[in-house]
């Protein structure tokens, strides 16, 4: 519990608070947040899934950010949770969802008034499910589901978080101006093709989201960090 307390901490919580399973506020009483939240609800042939990966890429190869935390809600949803380093205004952090939300999934609800949060693991009271965050690898493996039937390891949470980086002030404030640079832009003429985007290789692809990330692949995955893949749902064909 040590450990995984430590992650959570460092992540995602504000001076004073605890990592006890219940609901968090993402905002000081003076109005500073660092955690950034971003639900993807169930959607029809697992388009939520896919969603969220496209955004999580886009975080990454287009913003230059670390990677971040995948969770499934226990619920209705999957979530991505951003870690700021430092933390910024809630004014700043509603303009960043604002324009990252614009740009890559606009078709997607989300929820900018949004204060507390149920911070994994934690049981979801009205299903009974956990949520819990989740290896980015398992793909659609928990797609039809949200949740889990059992409380995850603390140990596998832990690891899952260990790896993780939080953005810094001078990435932030790169991404913002990127995304204010990509909604203020002119489109393209359609008779002018995009450039592909150069091939990445193993080493760049770390940190990427999978969207068919095979049972092989997540038990391999799963293996290299010394985790045993016990939960159902990740078994489940």
């Known amino acids: 519990m040590q450990k995984l307390t430590s992650e959570l901490q460092r992540l995602y919580l504000l001076p004073g608070q605890q990592a006890d399973g219940q609901a968090i506020e993402l905002v000081t009483a003076n109005g500073l947040t660092r955690t950034l939240v971003i639900?993807?609800?169930?959607?029809?042939e697992e388009q939520h899934w896919a969603r969220l990966c496209d955004v999580a890429n886009a975080l990454q190869t287009e913003l230059g950010l670390p990677a971040p935390a995948v969770s499934v809600s226990g619920g209705d949803c999957y979530r991505l949770w951003l870690s700021l380093a430092q933390p910024?205004?809630?004014?700043?952090?509603?303009?960043f969802l604002a324009l990252l939300h614009k740009a890559y999934f606009e078709d997607e609800p989300i929820d900018f008034g949004r204060s507390r949060v149920d911070l994994p693991p934690a049981q979801n009271h009205a299903t009974g499910l956990w949520a819990a965050?989740?290896?980015?690898?398992m793909g659609g493996a928990l797609a039809e589901d949200l949740g889990l039937e059992m409380a995850p390891p603390e140990a596998a949470q832990a690891a899952f978080?260990?790896?993780?980086?939080?953005?810094?002030?001078?990435?932030?404030?790169q991404a913002l101006?990127?995304?204010?640079?990509?909604?203020?832009?002119?489109?393209?003429?359609?008779?002018v093709p995009a450039a592909a985007p150069p091939a990445?290789?193993?080493?760049?692809?770390?940190?990427?989201?999978?969207?068919?990330?095979?049972?092989?692949?997540?038990?391999?995955?799963?293996?290299?960090?010394g985790i045993e893949p016990t939960f159902r749902h990740v078994l489940k064909h």
């Not at 965050?133 to 690898?137: E, G, I, K, M, Y």
């Open 161 to 173: 978080l260990e790896r993780l980086g939080s953005i810094t002030e001078e990435e932030f404030t």
């Open 39 to 44: 639900d993807f609800h169930k959607a029809p």
């Open 177 to 191: 101006a990127t995304l204010r640079r990509k909604h203020d832009a002119v489109p393209a003429p359609a008779s």
């Open 200 to 225: 990445k290789s193993d080493a760049e692809r770390q940190g990427l989201l999978l969207r068919d990330a095979t049972l092989e692949d997540i038990v391999r995955h799963l293996h290299a960090m």
């Open 133 to 137: 965050f989740v290896n980015p690898s």
């Open 88 to 95: 910024v205004t809630e004014v700043q952090a509603k303009q």
